[in-house]
């Protein structure tokens, strides 16, 4: 072994230290503390980081295409049913959905609200699962013909139920010799979704295409086809055959351009916290220097002994090192072991949380998602780990190599 048991049993004894040395005791107590909840604490944010974003792109991966195809003029997309059929012929393409997208106004009973409509096949809306799996209220097979499909926020907040009227005021109004009079038409909620995105749940309303056609006055053409492959984040591979296959007639837009300034952000906000939460396991490095310089300095006759007793430089710089790793390791584990309970536990601690204070710690209003997400990303894991055990044997070296050059006759000299 590296460390031989003297080795060991001196290293233990001056960790337990006796009355008189109990500050040195207390400050390597509290670097222990510092590098465990730095530890935790970095462990928690990045798994609640990497839930966040997983969840985001889930949800926003589950209602949105992979890619969109828009028409090369800007417009709507006449005769699509033979791109329809090309795209489904690309290699990795799962699924085409044809659909018509745009804003209108809600109105229930004299309250208005904006929202977005979103017109799509009914088979195509049964058969996505971010859909079809989170109806609430009423069923998937109710949507079709004039029933539609609403957001629970939504329901909440205009009072809305299953078998309720909902009209909707379309942006483009109809002229007439008085002036512009404004085109409306009321459907009956068949389904209500909660897919757990504040944004979707609250403004996202499904028409059945045909209806969605005639009310954004399309005729038959769509507004863009969805496209889905069977890897989304392999997007860039599947992107180039898709543009081959559209060549001419319509434009790619994939989910990483559509949504790259928000991925971005949580990216960078990742990075800074990771650097951020790295300096208090650096803080609680520097305690164990100064608890193991403080410790040299009141064991220097212990030292002088144990050296003119034959112990060699490299057994007292040992035993210091094994002295200050152990506070390092033993914290290390301590904050391995909470921040992986806390990170797996996260949700069930917060309702705890609110439950005792009776306050909302996660509105998802704020943070879009309704339950507060966790991912742990065990590399990660790991590399934290590996961070702060090599953080406190970098802070044990120099004062370990200060014990062991340390002179006996000048440490006895004044005895």
């Not at 601690?349 to 009776?358: K, S």
């Amino acid at each position: 072994m590296i460390f031989s048991a003297f080795e060991r049993m001196v290293a233990m004894r001056y960790l337990r230290a006796r009355r008189q040395e109990g500050f040195i005791s207390v400050i390597a107590g509290f670097s222990l503390l510092g590098i465990a909840l730095g530890v935790a604490t970095l462990i928690i944010v990045m798994s609640v980081m990497n839930g966040f974003r997983a969840e985001l792109l889930g949800r926003v991966l589950g209602l949105n295409g992979h890619l969109n195809v828009y028409s090369v003029r800007g417009g709507p997309l006449p005769d699509y049913d033979p791109l329809v059929q090309r795209l489904q012929g690309v290699p990795g393409v799962v699924g085409v959905t044809p659909t018509v997208e745009g804003q209108a106004l809600v109105s229930v009973r004299g309250v208005a609200s904006g929202a977005v409509v979103r017109g799509v096949r009914p088979e195509d809306f049964r058969v996505r699962p971010t859909l079809s799996r989170n109806i609430v209220r009423g069923t998937a097979d109710a949507f079709g013909e004039d029933n539609i499909a609403i957001g629970i926020r939504m329901a909440q907040r205009l009072g809305l139920a299953v078998g309720d009227q909902l009209t909707l005021i379309a942006p483009q109004g109809n002229v007439t010799a008085f002036g512009t009079v404004p085109r409306m038409r009321s459907f009956t909620i068949g389904a209500v979704f909660d897919v757990g995105m504040f944004e979707y749940d609250n403004s996202f309303i499904f028409l059945p295409l045909p209806e969605a056609q005639a009310f954004f006055r399309t005729g038959e053409a769509v507004t863009s086809l969805e496209v889905f492959v069977d890897d989304p984040t392999q997007i860039r591979a599947a992107r180039g055959a898709i543009q081959s296959a559209v060549a001419g007639v319509g434009r790619v837009v994939d989910w990483q351009q559509s949504n790259a300034s928000f991925f971005t952000a949580l990216q960078v906000e990742r990075n800074v916290m990771f650097l951020i939460l790295s300096l208090i396991i650096t803080v609680a490095a520097f305690n164990i220097i100064s608890s193991l310089i403080m410790l040299v300095k009141d064991k220097g006759r212990d030292i002088a002994i144990l050296r003119t007793m034959g112990a060699t430089r490299g057994m007292i710089m040992r035993i210091f090192f094994l002295s200050g790793a152990s506070v390092g390791v033993a914290g290390t584990l301590l904050g391995l072991a909470l921040g992986v309970s806390f990170a797996l536990n996260i949700e069930t601690i917060r309702q705890g949380i609110q439950a005792l204070t009776g306050t909302n710690l996660f509105n998802a209003e704020i943070y879009f998602l309704s339950q507060l997400p966790a991912k742990i990303d065990w590399s990660e894991v790991v590399q934290v780990t590996v961070m702060a055990l090599g953080l406190s044997f970098a802070a044990t070296v120099y004062p370990s190599w200060r014990a062991a050059r340390l002179d006996p006759v000048e440490a006895l000299r004044y005895e």
